[in-house]
């Protein structure tokens, strides 16, 4: 595997040296100096560039991608003179989370009229991935963009039902994906935040699972159809939760194998159905007469469906520490082609390469490991460096290693985590470069390390005493160890396919690489093992999460002011509609104070989406209150 590996790296041009490097004596010495910023660079370069490239996938789940980046960090460990600290005398722990499989091609053939239409899976159609599983046969219904909506009283109702007047039950239902294009004033379909969900195929299909439908037919709209029609493919959505997962077989169709069937049934093609309800405002649905489908697809889904694995290297400790061990691990899945997880929530496949999150953090694991694999005669803990798998579906790598450690825990003295350390940027009061320390208060000793190793450095630490939050350090923290967790904040290309490495700082990141190395340094030597100290719980303690209702800003994260500063608002979504703007500084929300992010997501949690909040800002000193309808959480592409 490595001699191809190595092959095809060369064929994109990324040259990777046999040995390993060697540090000068100033640092195996001294844990503080850094070696010539030049070279470590163009080394974070090379394997940050890996990690987010086109090979690589996104490095979601069940991609060649994530297979290839996992063979990558193993092989880089190995380079570096780690010892493999997986299963079986090898580098990697694997485990299986859940999701789904397609087994078998999915099949549908559909009689219109005289003719006798068979379709082909992967050509004509594709089983979606929140398809179920099963067999379906009965007439076939047009129920233009499948959306029911009903909202407001007297002369401000509006309502929409695709579904109202046609029979339902026991039919295939064909439906189009989006929702219609023109969205007059007054209609839920002007508003992004509910366009969004109106359009999410798991409602349209969970509407018409619930009105009894056989089977459900999805075809892209004209913008989505562009020139080729794609049809996405079965992973996109495999991973939806199984509480989301139809009941029934869900195919999407090419809509060249629609026009024929709605011509057979002497009805328009799909663009002139399209065209006429977006103009009109109005449904516009029918069932096809003399129409019948016969459809089927087999589907397995459950909690151990999807096979990943983490990614382990072990420098053995040496003296009266060696028995104890440092974890020091970071996530290098990412969401591959998009699907739930994406923010820019794309409706096709798009590569999402995740440079910051969390190829950065992945590439800081490797330079460490590269960096103390070098260091000759190193006494203290042992130091175990772990890429975990599928942290971006729910930490399931760090849980399945704190389920099954390959290191006793009680014996693991501290974590250090690393995910998303490639933005750093000064904070705009004080000029310092801006750094987030989670987990401060998990160990007494802790806040005073971080201060003392500062020193020379001079970064503007935003410390969250708390060691819980949506990355791996949570299932540590979970287990009673003492965690530390280093990021460099969320920003506009988070779960988006702009996620580029052009756009990391290299430099910033030597800074924090030289800063970990120091503290993880520190805690593998000090003689008293690190003990723990349980903090409370917060909400929202780390990044925001793909699926929930929110504002449509990217909150950021202050030490010592109260309220949360809005460092910016997502185009057309509620906060900008209702007049938030970067800069502003949420001080009370629905009449309760806003003291930080914590308090922030909590109260957003309890929310109720789709009613109307008031919110108060500090502008500039200046008071402003705005009222904000906040959203139905997108539930799906």
Not at 232 to 240: G, L, W
Not at 325 to 335: C, F, L, S, W
Not at 399 to 422: K, S
Request: hydrophobic content about 35%; some cysteine; proline content about 6%.
């Amino acid at each position: 595997m490595r001699n191809r590996l190595w092959k095809n790296l060369a064929a994109m041009g990324i040259a990777i040296g046999a040995g390993s490097f060697s540090l000068p004596q100033a640092l195996r010495a001294d844990p503080f100096t850094t070696e010539d910023k030049a070279a470590t660079i163009a080394r974070l370069k090379k394997n940050l560039f890996y990690l987010a490239s086109p090979y690589c996938e996104g490095r979601a789940p069940k991609t060649p991608g994530s297979e290839r980046a996992g063979e990558y960090i193993a092989d880089r460990f190995a380079l570096a003179g780690l010892k493999p600290g997986g299963v079986q005398g090898g580098y990697f722990q694997p485990f299986r989370i859940q999701g789904a499989n397609q087994e078998g091609a999915g099949v549908l053939s559909i009689k219109a009229g005289s003719q006798e239409i068979s379709a082909t899976d992967g050509k004509n159609f594709s089983v979606y991935g929140l398809s179920g599983s099963g067999k379906a046969k009965g007439g076939v219904v047009f129920c233009g963009y499948g959306i029911e909506f009903k909202e407001g009283e007297g002369e401000k109702a509006f309502s929409y039902d695709d579904f109202a007047g046609v029979p339902v039950e026991g039919k295939v239902v064909v439906i189009l994906r989006e929702s219609p294009s023109k969205r007059p004033d007054g209609s839920p379909f002007a508003e992004g935040g509910r366009v969004r969900t109106l359009g999410s195929i798991t409602e349209k299909v969970a509407k018409a699972v619930a009105r009894k439908a056989a089977a459900v037919l999805v075809v892209n709209n004209k913008d989505l159809a562009g020139p080729e029609d794609p049809l996405v493919p079965f992973d996109f959505t495999s991973f939806s939760p199984a509480s989301r997962a139809a009941k029934v077989p869900v195919l999407h169709v090419k809509r060249e194998l629609v026009d024929t069937i709605l011509k057979a049934s002497g009805k328009p093609a799909i663009q002139d159905l399209e065209k006429k309800i977006s103009e009109s405002g109005k449904p516009d649905s029918f069932e096809l007469a003399g129409c019948e489908a016969d459809l089927g697809c087999s589907v397995r889904r459950g909690a151990n469906e999807v096979p990943l694995r983490n990614v382990v290297g072990v420098l053995e400790g040496k003296g009266p520490l060696a028995n104890e061990t440092i974890v020091i691990g970071a996530h290098y899945d990412h969401v591959g082609y998009g699907g739930f997880s994406s923010l820019a929530q794309v409706k096709m496949p798009t590569l999402h390469p995740g440079a910051d999150d969390n190829a950065s953090g992945t590439t800081a694991l490797l330079e460490l490991a590269h960096r103390f694999g070098s260091m000759s005669g190193r006494e203290g803990r042992r130091l175990v460096f772990i890429a975990f798998s599928g942290e971006e579906l729910g930490l399931y790598g760090s849980v399945a290693y704190c389920a099954n450690p390959l290191f006793p825990l009680e014996q693991t003295a501290a974590m250090v985590n690393l995910d998303m350390v490639g933005r750093l940027r000064p904070e705009k009061m004080s000029g310092k470069d801006r750094l987030l320390v989670q987990g401060v208060g998990t160990s007494p000793g802790f806040d005073g390390l971080i201060e003392k190793l500062n020193k020379g450095r001079d970064f503007q630490f935003v410390k969250q005493q708390s060691g819980f939050g949506p990355s791996d350090h949570n299932s540590f923290c979970a287990k009673k160890r003492p965690v530390l967790f280093f990021w460099t904040d969320v920003h506009e290309d988070y779960h988006r396919p702009t996620d580029l490495p052009d756009r990391i700082n290299y430099e910033g990141m030597t800074k924090i690489l030289g800063f970990a190395q120091s503290v993880v340094a520190e805690l593998s030597t000090v003689a008293e093992k690190p003990s723990f100290v349980e903090v409370a719980r917060g909400g929202g303690q780390g990044r925001p999460m793909g699926n929930r209702p929110r504002l449509g800003i990217r909150p950021g994260y202050n030490e010592g002011e109260t309220g949360v500063v809005v460092e910016g608002v997502s185009p057309g979504e509620a906060a900008e509609k209702s007049g938030i703007k970067q800069g502003d500084r949420i001080i009370e929300m629905a009449g309760k104070p806003v003291q930080n992010i914590e308090g922030y997501m909590q109260l957003m949690g309890t929310i109720k989406p789709g009613t109307t909040v008031e919110i108060t800002l500090l502008r500039k000193d200046q008071k402003v209150q705005v009222k904000v309808l906040i959203p139905m959480p997108m539930m799906g592409p």
